[in-house]
């Protein structure tokens, strides 16, 4: 059995690399595909087979997975841009003939409103339509995509945004990277999707309590309304010292990070 994982240089991958080691999954049998040299030349140093890939070139990409079984496809982190180039290494797999396609998704995807889930929902599509049996992981939010809330705590003892009192079932990425491992080292898998979250969701006034009690002083939580949202994220951004060269180029929010 070969597995490919597209991705593999990135947080996430790290995560369902060491998962699958801890499977005894034969480092050799683990093709870790990417496109940061540095950090494929460290995974090769663990015994794994590694390839630097372009996602233009599908023929190419196709040739890269040749002998491959199974394919883990996480998901590229440039929303609005990235559905190009999951077709590509869909096409590619097809290609390749690869017998199973696992894709990291996002929760709920075929119905949620989310705007982030939309690339995810067309990606679904294109993988059905390659007849290539597959499972979807449908990840939610990771919950270290709050560092920043936490560093806004222990820098001026407060958190704002629009969330009010909504929840958040987040889970660390080596949970999702667990049952990313378990997909790929069981049977039963082939033609399901998995909601996957944490256990409980939390709120932000229980957020700011926890961050609280962690730094030893009073944190507390301000609730915007979309307006007083949207003007915060503006005055952020025109903060932001930009090169000349990137003038005109438009601000976009910040992606789901992978």
Request: net charge neutral.
């Amino acid at each position: 059995m070969t597995i490919a994982i597209f991705g593999a240089t990135g947080k996430l991958g790290g995560h369902i690399i060491d998962q699958l080691l801890e499977r005894e999954i034969p480092a050799s049998e683990i093709l870790a595909l990417g496109r940061n040299t540095e950090r494929l030349e460290q995974l090769a140093g663990r015994g794994l087979a590694t390839a630097a890939v372009n996602l233009d070139d599908v023929d190419g990409t196709a040739a890269t997975l040749s002998g491959v079984d199974k394919v883990l496809l996480i998901s590229v982190s440039d929303p609005g841009q990235r559905i190009q180039q999951h077709a590509n290494a869909i096409e590619a797999a097809r290609q390749a003939g690869v017998q199973h396609l696992i894709y990291t998704s996002a929760l709920q995807a075929p119905t949620t409103i989310l705007e982030l889930a939309a690339d995810h929902k067309a990606t679904e599509e294109l993988i059905t339509a390659s007849g290539i049996p597959a499972t979807f992981l449908r990840n939610g939010w990771y919950t270290e995509n709050h560092v920043q809330d936490f560093a806004a705590a222990r820098g001026n003892g407060a958190i704002a945004n629009s969330v009010g009192e909504g929840g958040l079932a987040t889970a660390s990425r080596k949970d999702y990277a667990e049952a990313a491992a378990v997909v790929l080292t069981t049977h039963g898998h082939k033609n399901k999707a998995y909601e996957l979250s944490g256990d409980t969701a939390w709120n932000y006034n229980e957020f700011t309590a926890a961050a609280g009690k962690v730094l030893a002083t009073p944190v507390s939580y301000k609730a915007l309304n979309a307006e007083e949202e949207r003007e915060r994220l503006l005055c952020r951004h025109r903060r932001v010292p930009r090169h000349p060269q990137h003038q005109h180029t438009r601000w976009r929010p910040r992606p789901h990070i992978r």
